[in-house]
């Protein structure tokens, strides 16, 4: 079964899932059914909630909720009811010890425990509702969410989705996707080991990450290899951990791997009830992919290996399985279904950090499309995401919106050659036979790091038609930042259940995404009360921009690289613990930067909120993009001092082509803990049909050097 995995893997890795069919046009069936994620607007799920709400006794906005004349009492079916209800029982009791809510994992007191447990009625009545009011019945249920998002998973007829789609209390009915996963001496690579960075300041490497839960959501996990042997760990669990493991008579989790689920539900409902027994019906892993993540992310410290050891990023951290990729007649597939309920399990579960090695875009996503992954970062939890493994336009290519996962909730990684000079790493016979694109001799030293080819780049829409709207815009840049993930061993599974499994070398922004993950726990590990858009500032302000040459980094073409390629640049964790400044962002930031995509949206989405847009430019993250600049724009930021003493900076500004760029106050001395405001002017002076780019740099007498990232557009159109 792993020798065809490994096959399917790298087919999945460098193919679509999509495919051509015959243009055969066949009369609707009004019978037929299909997977949809609804999503309902008249209350915040319990990751975002924050108190108010005792109960639901109905719609009161004196709207008829979707033709109930039609459909029949508006009262809840029984079968509706109890298909939702046994969904949503388990969610229910999860609630009174939820630890998802702001602050990261807090205790709650007996009356907020309370308040959450009356607002998970709340929400399981509102969803009962819905679903009886369109004559949804039980058999049809797939899912509640109520963690990350309020509403439901349902296999639903066309006539029942134009009923939901006119509900007044649902915000958007979207159909379930199918998605596809992306496709060593990284840590000394990344100077994980010098003094002061993120290994020394966490009590050396064998504490790195201890105190952290981070979740995989991917393929599954090899829970026997040595990578995630809980030989050291103690059997208690970390503060407000509260998930579980799902065990079989050939699945178990440890002390180590201390909680694992299996989502499936979505992708039998997607696919008619599609045969599995190719894979396991457990969260253990038959292709690799989410094995290798977790290595990557939190493998145990000095795992002996062939020619060397390997280490995850946090080796002292915990680990989390969320498997929703399912093999199915020679193809492996998840749906955004299982995606959601598992995303929305990990909050629930109180993960620090989810890691998501998988792309499949729908081009109709918009920034509403990744709500689950803003109730997450609201609730504390760091998301890093993969940029996508579709390369540059001009490359594989030749279009814009290359890039996968563009929102930002969360970290979008690129992925980046590193250099091996002074590694050897030669593989004995046998474990040559169980690695994937594997050699007996690492290639020489290069210059490095580089944007890899693959790795999907912006800008996300054409800058000649790039409008304002709910649409992704140029004015968020994207990707966040860039690392390791072109030819990296880390963990893959044994032929057998119960062998330890062995290494395989792989590449792709999946194999970036989770050592990002792991370099945020490391963060988080010592500095608990950063926001999760704290960190993403830390990891961006710092990171570097040359190679080991000392010249610009370099995309696949030999060119300097862009911010649309690398984002801010190259992670650099001896600097993240003290960036000296943070940009940070909360809930009313981010529903106010939606609400400047669409009011009328963003109002359905939070109800009760006071809003008040924004344009994209305005939301306070490190990066600033303009697209269409013409004439004079302002921009505003807002940083914190997380430095341990009053410091002093000052701006050094290097302006985009065709731009002045001024910034009001120019200088100013900070105290810890306090805020401090800027504006930033721009001033087309040259027109440009593309993307310019500079940056905005506070430096301080401390060493501190704050970066930020200018991308603008010049256009007199």
């Given at each position: 079964?792993?020798?065809?995995?490994?096959?399917?893997?790298?087919?999945?890795?460098?193919?679509?899932?999509?495919?051509?069919?015959?243009?055969?046009?066949?009369?609707?069936?009004?019978?037929?059914?299909?997977?949809?994620?609804?999503?309902?607007?008249?209350?915040?799920?319990?990751?975002?909630?924050?108190?108010?709400?005792?109960?639901?006794?109905?719609?009161?906005?004196?709207?008829?909720?979707?033709?109930?004349?039609?459909?029949?009492?508006?009262?809840?079916?029984?079968?509706?009811?109890?298909?939702?209800?046994?969904?949503?029982?388990?969610?229910?009791?999860?609630?009174?010890?939820?630890?998802?809510?702001?602050?990261?994992?807090?205790?709650?007191?007996?009356?907020?425990?309370?308040?959450?447990?009356?607002?998970?009625?709340?929400?399981?009545?509102?969803?009962?509702?819905?679903?009886?009011?369109?004559?949804?019945?039980?058999?049809?249920?797939?899912?509640?969410?109520?963690?990350?998002?309020?509403?439901?998973?349902?296999?639903?007829?066309?006539?029942?989705?134009?009923?939901?789609?006119?509900?007044?209390?649902?915000?958007?009915?979207?159909?379930?996707?199918?998605?596809?996963?992306?496709t060593i001496d990284s840590p000394t690579f990344l100077g994980l080991r010098?003094?002061?960075?993120?290994?020394?300041?966490?009590?050396?490497?064998?504490?790195?990450?201890?105190?952290?839960?981070?979740?995989?959501?991917?393929?599954?996990?090899?829970?026997?290899?040595?990578?995630?042997?809980?030989?050291?760990?103690?059997?208690?669990?970390?503060?407000?951990?509260?998930?579980?493991?799902?065990?079989?008579?050939?699945?178990?989790?440890?002390?180590?791997?201390?909680?694992?689920?299996?989502?499936?539900?979505?992708?039998?409902?997607?696919?008619?009830?599609?045969?599995?027994?190719?894979?396991?019906?457990?969260?253990?892993?038959?292709?690799?992919?989410?094995?290798?993540?977790?290595?990557?992310?939190?493998?145990?410290?000095?795992?002996?290996?062939?020619?060397?050891?390997?280490?995850?990023?946090?080796?002292?951290?915990?680990?989390?399985?969320?498997?929703?990729?399912?093999?199915?007649?020679?193809?492996?597939?998840?749906?955004?279904?299982?995606?959601?309920?598992?995303?929305?399990?990990?909050?629930?579960?109180?993960?620090?950090?989810?890691?998501?090695?998988?792309?499949?875009?729908?081009?109709?996503?918009?920034?509403?499309?990744?709500?689950?992954?803003?109730?997450?970062?609201?609730?504390?939890?760091?998301?890093?995401?993969?940029?996508?493994?579709?390369?540059?336009?001009?490359?594989?290519?030749?279009?814009?919106?290359?890039?996968?996962?563009?929102?930002?909730?969360?970290?979008?990684?690129?992925?980046?050659?590193?250099?091996?000079?002074?590694?050897?790493?030669?593989?004995?016979?046998?474990?040559?036979?169980?690695?994937?694109?594997?050699?007996?001799?690492?290639?020489?030293?290069?210059?490095?790091?580089?944007?890899?080819?693959?790795?999907?780049?912006?800008?996300?829409?054409?800058?000649?038609?790039?409008?304002?709207?709910?649409?992704?815009?140029?004015?968020?840049?994207?990707?966040?930042?860039?690392?390791?993930?072109?030819?990296?061993?880390?963990?893959?599974?044994?032929?057998?259940?119960?062998?330890?499994?062995?290494?395989?070398?792989?590449?792709?922004?999946?194999?970036?995404?989770?050592?990002?993950?792991?370099?945020?726990?490391?963060?988080?590990?010592?500095?608990?009360?950063?926001?999760?858009?704290?960190?993403?500032?830390?990891?961006?302000?710092?990171?570097?921009?040359?190679?080991?040459?000392?010249?610009?980094?370099?995309?696949?073409?030999?060119?300097?690289?862009?911010?649309?390629?690398?984002?801010?640049?190259?992670?650099?964790?001896?600097?993240?613990?003290?960036?000296?400044?943070?940009?940070?962002?909360?809930?009313a930031a981010y529903q106010n930067f939606l609400a400047g995509q669409s009011?009328?949206?963003?109002?359905?989405?939070?109800?009760?909120?006071?809003?008040?847009?924004?344009?994209?430019?305005?939301?306070?993250?490190?990066?600033?993009?303009?697209?269409?600049?013409?004439?004079?724009?302002?921009?505003?930021?807002?940083?914190?001092?997380?430095?341990?003493?009053?410091?002093?900076?000052?701006?050094?500004?290097?302006?985009?082509?065709?731009?002045?760029?001024?910034?009001?106050?120019?200088?100013?001395?900070?105290?810890?803990?306090?805020?401090?405001?800027?504006?930033?002017?721009?001033?087309?002076?040259?027109?440009?049909?593309?993307?310019?780019?500079?940056?905005?740099?506070?430096?301080?007498?401390?060493?501190?050097?704050?970066?930020?990232?200018?991308?603008?557009?010049?256009?007199?159109?």
């Amino acid at each position: 079964m792993a020798t065809r995995a490994k096959c399917l893997l790298a087919v999945a890795l460098l193919l679509s899932s999509t495919c051509q069919c015959l243009a055969v046009r066949r009369a609707p069936n009004p019978q037929a059914t299909s997977l949809y994620i609804v999503r309902l607007r008249s209350a915040l799920p319990l990751a975002a909630y924050s108190g108010g709400i005792a109960s639901f006794s109905g719609w009161t906005d004196g709207d008829d909720p979707s033709d109930n004349a039609a459909a029949g009492s508006s009262k809840p079916s029984s079968a509706a009811a109890s298909g939702l209800r046994a969904t949503a029982a388990a969610v229910a009791q999860e609630a009174a010890t939820l630890a998802g809510s702001i602050p990261r994992r807090v205790r709650l007191s007996a009356e907020e425990n309370s308040q959450l447990k009356a607002h998970a009625a709340m929400l399981e009545a509102q969803q009962v509702q819905v679903a009886s009011d369109v004559g949804v019945m039980s058999d049809s249920i797939v899912y509640s969410y109520q963690h990350a998002s309020n509403g439901f998973a349902a296999t639903l007829s066309a006539q029942q989705v134009r009923r939901l789609q006119r509900h007044p209390a649902v915000a958007s009915v979207e159909r379930s996707r199918t998605i596809k996963p992306l496709t060593i001496d990284s840590p000394t690579f990344l100077g994980l080991r010098a003094s002061g960075s993120l290994w020394p300041a966490n009590g050396g490497q064998a504490k790195a990450g201890e105190g952290t839960v981070i979740g995989i959501v991917d393929t599954g996990i090899w829970p026997e290899h040595p990578s995630f042997s809980d030989a050291g760990f103690s059997s208690s669990r970390p503060a407000g951990w509260s998930g579980k493991c799902d065990t079989t008579s050939e699945f178990k989790c440890n002390n180590k791997l201390i909680g694992a689920r299996a989502f499936y539900k979505g992708f039998k409902a997607a696919n008619g009830g599609p045969d599995l027994s190719g894979d396991w019906l457990s969260p253990r892993d038959s292709y690799g992919h989410g094995t290798w993540c977790a290595g990557a992310a939190a493998g145990n410290k000095d795992v002996p290996m062939a020619g060397g050891k390997a280490s995850g990023m946090a080796p002292a951290a915990r680990l989390v399985m969320y498997k929703v990729f399912w093999y199915s007649d020679g193809s492996l597939f998840a749906t955004s279904a299982d995606i959601d309920a598992a995303v929305n399990q990990a909050v629930a579960d109180g993960v620090d950090v989810i890691s998501l090695s998988l792309g499949g875009m729908d081009p109709t996503d918009t920034y509403f499309s990744h709500m689950k992954y803003l109730a997450a970062n609201l609730a504390g939890v760091f998301v890093s995401y993969a940029a996508g493994n579709s390369g540059s336009p001009g490359g594989w290519f030749d279009s814009y919106r290359t890039l996968d996962n563009f929102s930002p909730f969360y970290l979008t990684v690129g992925a980046s050659t590193i250099s091996r000079a002074g590694t050897t790493l030669k593989a004995t016979k046998a474990a040559a036979a169980a690695l994937t694109n594997s050699s007996s001799a690492v290639p020489a030293a290069t210059v490095a790091p580089s944007v890899a080819d693959f790795s999907s780049c912006g800008p996300l829409l054409d800058p000649s038609t790039d409008a304002t709207g709910a649409l992704p815009t140029n004015s968020i840049l994207k990707p966040d930042i860039i690392g390791p993930g072109v030819d990296l061993y880390a963990a893959w599974p044994a032929e057998k259940v119960g062998k330890p499994g062995t290494y395989s070398q792989l590449s792709g922004t999946s194999m970036a995404t989770p050592h990002l993950a792991g370099i945020a726990a490391l963060v988080m590990q010592k500095h608990p009360s950063w926001s999760p858009a704290q960190v993403m500032s830390a990891i961006m302000t710092t990171a570097k921009t040359t190679d080991t040459s000392g010249a610009a980094i370099q995309n696949a073409y030999g060119e300097a690289a862009t911010p649309w390629e690398m984002g801010a640049g190259h992670v650099l964790p001896a600097k993240v613990l003290d960036p000296g400044l943070t940009f940070d962002a909360r809930a009313a930031a981010y529903q106010n930067f939606l609400a400047g995509q669409s009011m009328k949206r963003a109002q359905k989405e939070f109800p009760g909120a006071k809003l008040t847009a924004i344009a994209p430019r305005e939301l306070n993250r490190p990066s600033i993009a303009i697209s269409r600049l013409k004439g004079t724009l302002t921009a505003t930021r807002t940083v914190t001092s997380v430095a341990d003493t009053t410091c002093t900076y000052t701006a050094t500004i290097k302006p985009p082509n065709g731009v002045t760029v001024t910034v009001s106050p120019n200088k100013f001395t900070i105290a810890p803990g306090k805020k401090v405001t800027y504006i930033v002017t721009f001033k087309v002076t040259r027109t440009f049909d593309n993307f310019q780019f500079g940056s905005l740099t506070w430096v301080d007498d401390k060493g501190h050097s704050v970066r930020s990232v200018l991308a603008i557009q010049p256009t007199r159109k």
